[in-house]
């Protein structure tokens, strides 16, 4: 397949996801409607399997996932990267993926497959269903990719390059068994916004789902704020009510919130309680599930001259001045552009390097 012909199937992907119904009994892609059908099914039971991954969510993932496959973004991201039209080499990528979102390691399934490569995806225990299904659904569409993509759950092995997301813990796993092998390894990150306290009511429902989605299990859901001293909390607490309903029925976070909330009160910590989230004073990004931590600031600059320091550490910032500090929009952190690579580690840049596994 040329570039060309794959950025189509991938477009094409995104245009079903769009609008599925449409391509229900669509006579161009036979046996299409049979894998829509257990698309749907998966979308709408997978909290079965993990009960995180309820289909609101999934659905948002899904959102994510059409953004990136817009046309035109696509030909204007592979035009960045001359190689990929000229590659003639087709290497074996194993790629290990987190859980912790629906489908997050569709990007490196993406770029693997959009670089001529085949695909050897290990899915995590937690997150093993949506991504196959949506591959099948890719290969209803073109089905030369089919010798191209392999799940397997058996330890990776026959590989030239490997790719492996996973807990900071992880890493120690992946620097022994994957040594010889050219590598992107990453470990988490957390995602920060910073307030000037001028955000307007469209600004902060878009911060409450930065915040919110995925029960802010994601690297990109923002886990800390910075905020001007005398900061009033209550309107952007408003907004977060949004997502009450959401939150209270489901088990697993309300008791994860009710043990922060218990275990702050018997050690006298101070919190301020939202109702579905625990908003606490403290200097490190990374906070536990149900939390957000905030920090006070006098002097805006200090912060942004901090957070470079940092750079490696988070994976967005968030923030009112977008187009300065390496900031993004509010709203914006669940929906990445597909240049905004993980842990920033240009993954087409990798793929293209001509190194070869010892």
Same mark, same amino acid.
């Not at 953004?67 to 990929?84: G, I, R, S, V």
């Not at 923002?222 to 907004?239: E, M, R």
């Not at 942004?304 to 967005?316: I, K, T, V």
């Given at each position: 397949?040329?570039?060309?012909?794959?950025?189509?199937?991938?477009?094409?992907?995104?245009?079903?996801?769009?609008?599925?119904?449409?391509?229900?009994?669509?006579?161009?892609?036979?046996?299409?409607?049979?894998?829509?059908?257990?698309?749907?099914?998966?979308? @709408?039971?997978?909290? $079965?399997? #993990?009960?995180?991954?309820?289909?609101?969510?999934? %659905?948002?993932?899904?959102?994510? =996932?059409?953004?990136?496959?817009?046309?035109d973004k696509l030909q204007q991201w592979t035009a960045l990267y001359p190689d990929l039209k000229n590659k003639t080499t087709s290497n074996r990528i194993g790629v290990i993926m987190a859980g912790n979102?629906?489908?997050?390691?569709?990007?490196?399934?993406?770029?693997?497959?959009?670089?001529?490569?085949?695909?050897?995806?290990?899915?995590?225990?937690?997150?093993?269903?949506?991504?196959?299904?949506?591959?099948?659904?890719?290969?209803?569409?073109?089905?030369?990719?089919?010798?191209?993509?392999?799940?397997?759950?058996?330890?990776?092995?026959?590989?030239?390059?490997?790719?492996?997301?996973?807990?900071?813990?992880?890493?120690?796993?992946?620097?022994?068994?994957?040594?010889?092998?050219?590598?992107?390894?990453?470990?988490?990150? @957390?995602?920060?916004? $910073?307030? #000037?306290?001028?955000?307007?009511?469209?600004?902060? %429902?878009?911060?409450?789902?930065? =915040?919110?989605?995925?029960?802010?299990?994601?690297?990109?859901?923002?886990?800390?704020?910075?905020?001007?001293?005398?900061?009033?909390?209550?309107?952007?607490?408003?907004?977060?009510?949004?997502?009450?309903?959401?939150?209270?029925?489901?088990?697993?976070?309300?008791?994860?919130?009710?043990?922060?909330?218990?275990?702050?009160?018997?050690?006298?910590?101070?919190?301020?309680?939202?109702?579905?989230w625990l908003f606490k004073e403290h200097t490190s990004p990374a906070s536990p599930i149900s939390i957000v931590h905030y920090?006070?600031?006098?002097?805006?600059?200090?912060?942004?001259?901090?957070?470079?320091?940092?750079?490696?550490?988070?994976?967005?910032?968030?923030?009112?001045?977008?187009?300065?500090?390496?900031?993004?929009?509010?709203?914006?952190?669940?929906?990445?552009?597909?240049?905004?690579?993980?842990?920033?580690?240009?993954?087409?840049?990798?793929?293209?390097?001509?190194?070869?596994?010892?």
């Amino acid at each position: 397949m040329t570039l060309n012909e794959r950025i189509e199937a991938f477009s094409r992907l995104g245009n079903i996801l769009i609008d599925k119904d449409n391509y229900q009994n669509n006579n161009s892609f036979p046996h299409l409607s049979d894998v829509l059908k257990k698309w749907e099914n998966c979308i @709408n039971n997978e909290y $079965i399997y #993990n009960s995180w991954f309820i289909p609101e969510f999934i %659905q948002e993932a899904i959102k994510g =996932i059409i953004f990136m496959l817009d046309k035109d973004k696509l030909q204007q991201w592979t035009a960045l990267y001359p190689d990929l039209k000229n590659k003639t080499t087709s290497n074996r990528i194993g790629v290990i993926m987190a859980g912790n979102i629906p489908m997050v390691g569709f990007h490196d399934f993406l770029c693997v497959l959009l670089a001529g490569d085949v695909f050897i995806g290990k899915l995590s225990s937690n997150d093993k269903h949506l991504l196959p299904l949506l591959a099948e659904i890719l290969c209803v569409i073109e089905p030369r990719f089919k010798k191209s993509i392999v799940f397997t759950e058996d330890k990776i092995q026959s590989i030239d390059k490997i790719i492996a997301t996973g807990s900071n813990n992880s890493m120690r796993y992946f620097d022994f068994y994957f040594s010889k092998y050219p590598s992107i390894l990453r470990s988490h990150c @957390n995602s920060i916004a $910073i307030l #000037n306290g001028n955000e307007n009511e469209s600004d902060l %429902q878009a911060l409450s789902n930065d =915040i919110s989605l995925y029960f802010g299990l994601g690297c990109r859901s923002i886990s800390k704020l910075y905020v001007p001293h005398g900061y009033d909390f209550t309107p952007l607490f408003t907004h977060l009510n949004r997502f009450k309903p959401i939150f209270e029925m489901h088990n697993a976070y309300m008791n994860n919130l009710e043990y922060q909330k218990t275990v702050h009160l018997i050690n006298r910590i101070p919190f301020l309680d939202q109702g579905i989230w625990l908003f606490k004073e403290h200097t490190s990004p990374a906070s536990p599930i149900s939390i957000v931590h905030y920090e006070y600031y006098d002097k805006l600059h200090r912060i942004y001259e901090n957070l470079a320091a940092q750079s490696e550490e988070l994976q967005c910032k968030v923030c009112y001045t977008v187009k300065d500090n390496d900031c993004i929009g509010f709203g914006q952190a669940q929906y990445p552009d597909l240049w905004d690579y993980a842990n920033k580690k240009d993954t087409i840049a990798f793929l293209l390097e001509n190194k070869q596994s010892l």
